[in-house]
Every structure is written in C-alpha cells, then in structure tokens.
C-alpha cells in the first residue's frame, strides 16, 4: 500500500531528520555532556559533604548528565539503574557492532575485552582480577554465594532486616528447604555512631551462626554500615562474611583491603 502524496517517505526522513537535528540543537552532545561533569566533580572533590548536597551548580550538571524524564520524580536508582547518556550512548554503540558482524564481533572482539573489564573492576576495588566474577546482575551475584554455602539444618545465617528484600527471600527459602535458622538484626534507624551498628551483630551471634550477610549501603535508607569491623569481628569467630555492595561499590571510595 502506498503512502498518500503528502505523506510519502521522503516527506516523512525529511520531517524526521530535522527533528534530530533540532534536538542536537537543543542538547549538550554527550562528549561535552562528560567533559561538564568531569569538570563539576573535580571542583566540588574537596568541599565538605555538606556544601556539596548544596551546590545547585554542580547537581545541575549531574542532572543534565541523565536522561530521565523531567516529569517524574526518580528515587530508584537501584532496580532500574538508570544510566548517563554517555553509557547508554556506549551501549547502543556496541550493541550496532554486534548486529554488524554477529559471530566475528561476539568471540573475536567483545570476548577478549571482558578480561579488561575484569582487570579494570579488579583495579577499583583492590583486589587481584582472579578474584572478580562477572555475573548478569547484583541479585544473582548474591544468590549464588547465598544458596551455594555449604550449611546444614540448624545452621544460623545474620542479618538484618533492612538488608535486601530479594536476599531475605533467598535466605527464607534455604531456611523453609533445608531448616536454617535466620536471625534478623533492626539497624538502628539514624545510629548515634557505628559501633552500635556493630555491636548488634555481636549481641546476636551465637554458636551455631555460620554466615553474616550486610549490605555497606543499606538500599532502603542510605545508611553506610562499619563492614570492615563486622568483618574483623565475624573473623575473630570463624564466621563467613558476604557483603551487599550492590550501592557502595563505585560509589564512594574505599578498597577491599
């Protein structure tokens, strides 16, 4: 079927590509969209936390950054994960490669670049790039350790309750299937200092605890948790640690060690 006169093809492209070329217009491209934020960041990197939560300027930037609608309000950053346009400008970029030349790209190109990108992971978080697993997502990193440790019936797994709900129904499930028992820990909402944080894990350690689950940034308030001392402290015991660090990790620095 053909397209009216007024509306053919031609009409259409050229209609369309004034459009894009109206929104280039409008838009920062993305180059610059990195270089603003580069610049943002290193202005603001030796301000108090404060000032920053408070420059207009610098949030500005980060906001511009993004791609998500104006119209709503976002305050999920986790599930989701919205990205930077310049990721999501990446993303379409290699996925177009891959498209282009399927079987060649996949194993010949993109394969060999996951080391690098392990070896890049491995460099931020301190760690030897033997030791980085890349897995689809956080949840399944997780559930693999989770449902992979080694416990029997009557074993006790820590953690608390605002830890992640997708990790508590996994522990819930090992605990209905293979009678675990699992200890739920309240995070002080707001704790006066750290070490109250710590001291709740080491009030409900008992015997029989085997694994401690906690997330370093707890999704539900923002709350850092003191890892590095629930670690030291589980150590000392004998007990396994696995760490949620789904929202630490890029996040704000520190290394493994």
């Not at 610098?58 to 609608?69: G, Y």
């Not at 030349?101 to 890049?120: D, F, H, K, N």
């Not at 890892?227 to 996040?251: M, N, P, T, W, Y």
Request: charged fraction near 20%; aromatic fraction near 6%; charge should be negative.
């Amino acid at each position: 079927m053909s397209l009216p006169s007024s509306h053919s093809r031609r009409t259409f492209l050229s209609h369309v590509g004034k459009g894009v070329g109206l929104a280039a217009l409008a838009y920062p491209s993305v180059a610059a969209l990195l270089q603003n934020v580069t610049a943002a960041t290193k202005r603001i990197e030796q301000l108090p936390p404060e000032q920053v939560a408070m420059d207009e300027d610098f949030w500005f930037e980060i906001q511009r950054a993004f791609s998500v609608t104006r119209g709503i309000t976002n305050l999920n950053n986790g599930g989701v994960s919205p990205s930077p346009k310049m990721v999501t400008e990446a993303f379409v970029r290699y996925t177009w490669e891959q498209e282009d030349c399927t079987a060649y790209t996949m194993w010949s190109i993109l394969e060999p670049q996951s080391e690098t990108v392990r070896a890049g992971l491995a460099s931020v978080f301190g760690c030897d790039k033997e030791e980085i697993a890349i897995t689809r997502n956080a949840s399944e990193s997780l559930e693999t350790l989770l449902m992979g440790m080694d416990l029997k019936s009557g074993d006790e797994v820590l953690t608390t309750t605002q830890d992640y709900g997708r990790m508590l129904t996994t522990l819930r499930q090992r605990e209905l299937r293979e009678g675990l028992k699992l200890t739920l820990i309240k995070v002080p909402i707001a704790p006066q200092n750290l070490d109250a944080i710590t001291e709740q894990f080491e009030k409900n350690i008992t015997s029989k605890t085997k694994v401690i689950l906690i997330s370093h940034v707890i999704n539900i308030t923002g709350q850092i948790t003191p890892v590095k001392a629930v670690c030291e402290l589980a150590r000392s015991k004998g007990i396994e640690v696995i760490v949620d660090g789904a929202h630490s990790f890029a996040h704000f620095d520190f290394k493994q060690a």
